[in-house]
């Protein structure tokens, strides 16, 4: 697998991991203690794995009744070597909730 994939699979594991699985531990192992850049929107800046955490903690994972289909588009992914990467996307969340 090459650099690309590996990212692209990263955010994908990120994102459904984060609204789908709620496995947050999983989520957060994704990540090395100084990742940063990660654009959160309001929620604010991150500066390391563990502000991660109360993010995480802040979605809604108390609906058990429900389905979330995710889509992906637009994804740009730049690769700068070793450690260094960012990634860009259009995710689109529909999320159903039945009763």
């Known amino acids: 697998m090459d650099e690309s994939a590996r990212i692209q699979a990263c955010f994908r594991s990120f994102v459904e991991g984060s609204l789908i699985t709620h496995n947050f531990e999983d989520v957060l192992n994704l990540f090395t203690e100084d990742a940063m850049g990660i654009g959160m929107g309001a929620q604010g800046v991150v500066r390391c794995r563990e502000d991660l955490r109360p993010i995480l903690m802040n979605m809604r994972s108390d609906v058990d009744d429900s389905q979330t289909a995710i889509q992906y588009s637009n994804m740009q992914i730049r690769y700068y070597g070793g450690d260094y990467a960012s990634i860009c996307a259009?995710?689109?969340?529909?999320?159903?909730?039945?009763?």
Not at 90 to 99: P, S
Request: hydrophobic fraction near 40%; avoid cysteine.
């Open 90 to 99: 259009t995710v689109t969340i529909m999320t159903t909730v039945r009763g």
